[in-house]
């Protein structure tokens, strides 16, 4: 790869007090380009369960991106 970044889109954090657990969800896209300059990009949602401080549960989806309509 020539270049990769990541946009994120938005995240939001979700207690369980019956199980004491905490719950993050992130939505990004990963944008990159390689080295003879095609992009391409994906969309993930990443869950995440932390517990006393440390990551128990990363739990990755992704999706590819519609391709353009053929002309």
Known sequence: MATVT?????????????KKDTWVTLWYVEKW?????????LYYVDDVLLKNGKILV???K?????????K
Do not use: V
């Open 58 to 60: 990363y739990n990755e």
């Open 33 to 41: 380009t390689d080295k003879k300059g095609k992009k391409d990009s």
């Open 6 to 18: 990541k946009e994120f889109d938005s995240w939001m954090t979700t207690y369980y007090p019956d």
């Open 62 to 70: 992704i999706r590819h991106f519609p391709a353009p309509a053929a």
